[in-house]
């Protein structure tokens, strides 16, 4: 019987020659990636003196540290975190990434997210890695253990495959594909699991739309998702590899919990309705709902296509009187590409806001919404208060389907300007 | 070391699947850090009387999925000052499992709980025969072992012990 990627990569980081779900392993982490956040590194760093009497931490070259949230920084308290943080990736000697973008991407960018590799993180979103084969897994508080030993305790996880057939429409991305396979199968489907997405459909999906579905899978209850390096994922992964490791593929004959099949080609544009990230609705169910503000931007959106579709529709139209639409590139090399393209140019003119990348928009620490006013947002969640007042809400979507709102002012179907 | 026994009665059944545990203290109440004042906020929208009326060992029980969203850590902070000893569910969200154990708190997974007891039921986990015996019924309903770090997390009392004695006895091995 053979093996599923993630048993793969779990054997060879365990030191084991092979291990099966439902195993518990010691796993050497090929990387550490974290941003800097209250109640987190600042927490790690003083355990790892004073509870573990750790001075400076083993082989730094596993480690980075992103500086992504709180960014510009609105208080010295918040500084003075970025100055800690600063500090300890000096006397550390770890790689430190301060304002080139989200983390989640720009580990990609840097070589983090090699194929067949094991990263680790406390934010679940890190699953994104996947996109390009790598194992990579949020631990919450848990990541300390990542801190302080070479080695964290993991049971190998089961995996659920998802075979995606068709073909996107247009005005159909990526970010409805995700929320339509929780519509089909259930915030629960993948719990505890691997959730791996393959099938003939993903031919048509770009690698950043692959990173998109990845990065959400915590929404089918799954601790990550991985897809199967190709010929597209290994041209941008391999050059950039900060390890030598040799890219693994799950086996046709791998056990997996469950195999769903899904098909594409009738998928309208979705959205995903406050207060749950598992509400997901035809869009065309809402349109015309008026909305004051709109989020382009996240780990879960905020990339070259989104920039582009988004300029296509704005491209010599207005956002609406009254609606702030906020653009944001996810990173500074997605950021430097769409102005070279004249995407920043397009966006401006519409009246949209842009910024260089932050995370700041996505959790409501900036662009905050009031009581009673409604976003449309590809970020990556929609619970009651998390861009602002605990009642505004929030309309999940893709980057078309804001752009299209921010005209109206309404929930818009973005396909008539396409 | 053994795992801290549990006994005590079912002080409330959260039904909802998926259930966002953040709705127990209510996300505008999310960010208070005074334990005090959580505490007396937590439960409201279920039962205005729930500090009252819940006893230190009590347990709460959940449905699927339990923790799903973008669990916080204030809610179970509170329930846990209340005197809640333990969750109960059908199953739990991956996120919230791994970010409880790692605070001590004991989270049985025990599939079929929701209808294996009434509110105010007297519970008992077995951790030895693996079962959540309901003293009111005398039933019994097996729940899902914990893997070995869960265990040595909970009997611990929480991720820095358990990684402290982790560690000694790594050097020692």
Same mark, same amino acid.
């Given at each position: 019987?053979?093996?599923?990627?993630?048993?793969?990569?779990?054997?060879?980081?365990?030191?084991?020659?092979?291990?099966?779900?439902?195993?518990?392993?010691?796993?050497?982490?090929?990387?550490?990636?974290?941003?800097?956040?209250?109640?987190?590194?600042?927490?790690?760093?003083?355990?790892?003196?004073?509870?573990?009497?750790?001075?400076?931490?083993?082989?730094?070259?596993?480690?980075?540290?992103?500086?992504?949230?709180?960014?510009? +920084?609105?208080? *010295? !308290?918040? $500084?003075?975190?970025? @100055?800690?943080? =600063?500090?300890?990736?000096?006397?550390?000697?770890?790689?430190?990434?301060?304002?080139?973008?989200?983390?989640?991407?720009?580990?990609?960018?840097?070589?983090?997210?090699?194929?067949?590799?094991?990263?680790?993180?406390?934010?679940?979103?890190?699953?994104?890695?996947?996109?390009?084969?790598?194992?990579?897994?949020?631990?919450?508080?848990?990541?300390?253990?990542?801190?302080?030993?070479?080695?964290?305790?993991?049971?190998?996880?089961?995996?659920?495959?998802?075979?995606?057939?068709?073909?996107?429409?247009?005005?159909?991305?990526?970010?409805?594909?995700?929320?339509?396979?929780?519509?089909?199968?259930?915030?629960?489907?993948?719990?505890?699991?691997?959730?791996? +997405?393959?099938? *003939? !459909?993903? $031919?048509?999906?770009? @690698?950043?739309? =692959?990173?998109?579905?990845?990065?959400?899978?915590?929404?089918?209850?799954?601790?990550?998702?991985?897809?199967?390096?190709?010929?597209?994922?290994?041209?941008?992964?391999?050059?950039?590899?900060?390890?030598?490791?040799?890219?693994?593929?799950?086996?046709?004959?791998?056990?997996?919990?469950?195999?769903?099949?899904?098909?594409?080609?009738?998928?309208?544009?979705?959205?995903?309705?406050?207060?749950?990230?598992?509400?997901?609705?035809?869009?065309?169910?809402?349109?015309?709902?008026?909305?004051?503000?709109?989020?382009?931007?996240?780990?879960?959106?905020?990339?070259?296509?989104?920039?582009?579709?988004?300029?296509?529709?704005?491209?010599?139209?207005?956002?609406?009187?009254?609606?702030?639409?906020?653009?944001?590139?996810?990173?500074?090399?997605?950021?430097?590409?769409?102005?070279?393209?004249?995407?920043?140019?397009?966006?401006?003119?519409?009246?949209?806001?842009?910024?260089?990348?932050?995370?700041?928009?996505?959790?409501?620490?900036?662009?905050?919404?009031?009581?009673?006013?409604?976003?449309?947002?590809?970020?990556?969640?929609?619970?009651?208060?998390?861009?602002?007042?605990?009642?505004?809400?929030?309309?999940?979507?893709?980057?078309?389907?804001?752009?299209?709102?921010?005209?109206?002012?309404?929930?818009?179907?973005?396909?008539?300007?396409? | 070391?053994?795992?801290?026994?549990?006994?005590?009665?079912?002080?409330?059944?959260?039904?909802?699947?998926?259930?966002?545990?953040?709705?127990?203290?209510?996300?505008?109440?999310?960010?208070?850090?005074?334990?005090?004042?959580?505490?007396?906020?937590?439960?409201?929208?279920?039962?205005?009387?729930?500090?009252?009326?819940?006893?230190?060992?009590?347990?709460?029980?959940?449905?699927?999925?339990?923790?799903?969203?973008?669990?916080?850590?204030?809610?179970?902070?509170?329930?846990?000052?209340?005197?809640?000893?333990?969750?109960?569910?059908?199953?739990?969200?991956?996120?919230?499992?791994?970010?409880?154990?790692?605070?001590?708190?004991?989270?049985?997974?025990?599939?079929?709980?929701?209808?294996?007891?009434?509110?105010?039921?007297?519970?008992?986990?077995?951790?030895?025969?693996?079962?959540?015996?309901?003293?009111?019924?005398?039933?019994?309903?097996?729940?899902?072992?914990?893997?070995?770090?869960?265990?040595?997390?909970?009997?611990?009392?929480?991720?820095?012990?358990?990684?402290?004695?982790?560690?000694?006895?790594?050097?020692?091995?």
């Amino acid at each position: 019987m053979g093996y599923t990627l993630a048993e793969k990569v779990l054997a060879r980081v365990s030191g084991r020659p092979g291990v099966r779900a439902g195993d518990e392993v010691m796993a050497k982490p090929d990387f550490v990636v974290v941003y800097d956040f209250p109640g987190y590194t600042d927490v790690i760093f003083r355990q790892m003196k004073q509870d573990f009497g750790i001075e400076k931490i083993a082989e730094p070259e596993r480690y980075a540290i992103f500086i992504d949230h709180m960014v510009p +920084v609105a208080t *010295p !308290a918040e $500084e003075l975190l970025h @100055i800690q943080t =600063r500090e300890w990736c000096r006397d550390n000697d770890v790689a430190l990434y301060e304002r080139r973008g989200i983390g989640h991407q720009v580990s990609a960018e840097l070589g983090y997210a090699t194929p067949g590799g094991f990263v680790v993180h406390f934010d679940g979103h890190i699953s994104q890695l996947g996109a390009f084969g790598t194992l990579a897994i949020g631990l919450r508080r848990n990541i300390l253990e990542a801190f302080v030993r070479e080695r964290v305790s993991l049971k190998v996880p089961e995996t659920t495959r998802i075979n995606l057939t068709g073909k996107l429409r247009p005005g159909v991305m990526a970010r409805d594909v995700f929320h339509h396979i929780v519509r089909v199968l259930g915030p629960s489907a993948c719990r505890f699991q691997v959730m791996e +997405v393959g099938g *003939p !459909a993903l $031919e048509g999906i770009s @690698i950043e739309g =692959r990173q998109v579905i990845c990065g959400l899978a915590m929404f089918t209850g799954a601790i990550t998702a991985v897809i199967n390096p190709d010929e597209l994922t290994l041209a941008y992964s391999m050059p950039r590899a900060r390890a030598a490791i040799e890219p693994v593929y799950s086996d046709a004959d791998a056990t997996y919990a469950a195999v769903h099949t899904i098909d594409l080609t009738d998928l309208e544009p979705i959205i995903v309705i406050p207060p749950n990230p598992a509400n997901t609705r035809n869009l065309t169910d809402h349109t015309g709902l008026e909305v004051q503000s709109g989020y382009l931007g996240s780990c879960a959106s905020g990339r070259l296509e989104d920039l582009r579709i988004a300029a296509q529709i704005l491209k010599g139209r207005q956002v609406a009187s009254g609606f702030s639409l906020h653009v944001i590139p996810t990173s500074q090399e997605i950021m430097a590409q769409a102005a070279a393209e004249g995407l920043i140019t397009t966006l401006v003119q519409a009246g949209a806001f842009t910024s260089s990348p932050s995370c700041d928009y996505c959790f409501g620490r900036i662009a905050t919404m009031s009581a009673g006013q409604r976003a449309v947002s590809t970020g990556t969640l929609n619970v009651a208060g998390r861009m602002g007042s605990p009642d505004s809400e929030i309309y999940l979507c893709n980057a078309a389907v804001v752009a299209a709102s921010a005209i109206e002012g309404r929930i818009a179907d973005p396909r008539k300007y396409l | 070391m053994a795992l801290m026994p549990i006994k005590g009665r079912v002080a409330w059944i959260f039904t909802e699947e998926n259930f966002d545990v953040d709705q127990i203290v209510g996300v505008k109440n999310i960010k208070i850090t005074d334990i005090g004042e959580l505490s007396k906020l937590a439960m409201q929208s279920y039962d205005p009387d729930f500090a009252c009326a819940v006893k230190a060992g009590d347990v709460v029980v959940g449905a699927g999925n339990f923790g799903y969203g973008h669990p916080h850590y204030p809610p179970l902070r509170a329930l846990r000052h209340l005197g809640v000893s333990a969750v109960v569910a059908e199953s739990f969200s991956p996120g919230f499992w791994r970010g409880e154990i790692s605070m001590g708190t004991p989270l049985i997974a025990c599939p079929g709980i929701t209808t294996f007891v009434h509110r105010w039921d007297e519970i008992e986990v077995d951790w030895e025969a693996g079962l959540v015996r309901n003293r009111s019924s005398n039933a019994t309903l097996p729940f899902e072992s914990l893997s070995s770090a869960d265990r040595d997390m909970l009997e611990t009392g929480g991720l820095v012990p358990y990684l402290k004695r982790a560690i000694a006895e790594h050097a020692t091995a």
